[in-house]
Nanobody
């Protein structure tokens, strides 16, 4: 089993930046892909970005060019650098790690004010 702890959320003005971190512990040797989803009030959870163990990345169209996902395998941590934030980026952001099952973090709130 994998445990995930997220940090870095908060309140920021439009145009600002935040960096989310997600540290994994437990059965980390079994982790393949990691990434981030988000869920805004009244909306379905959506994939924001993902990164494989080899470093290949995938982004939602709405965040391409603004968000960057990266991974430090030595620290068992995945990051999401979010730049040029927009009010529509406001959501709870959830980290995940795919091992034998998909494991989820507890979520961190990101609020972007206009």
């Amino acid at each position: 089993q994998v445990q995930l702890v997220e940090s870095g959320g908060g309140l920021v003005q439009a145009g600002g930046s935040l960096r989310l971190s997600c540290a994994a512990s437990g059965s980390i040797f079994s982790i393949n892909a990691m990434g981030w989803y988000r869920q805004a009030p009244g909306k379905q959870r959506e994939l924001v970005a993902a990164i494989t163990s080899g470093g290949s990345t995938t982004y939602a169209y709405s965040v391409k060019g603004r968000f960057t996902i990266s991974r430090d395998n030595a620290k068992n941590t995945v990051y999401l650098q979010m730049n040029s934030l927009k009010p529509e980026d406001t959501a709870v952001y959830y980290c995940y790690a795919d091992a034998r099952y998909r494991n989820w973090g507890q979520g961190t709130q990101v609020t972007v004010s206009s």
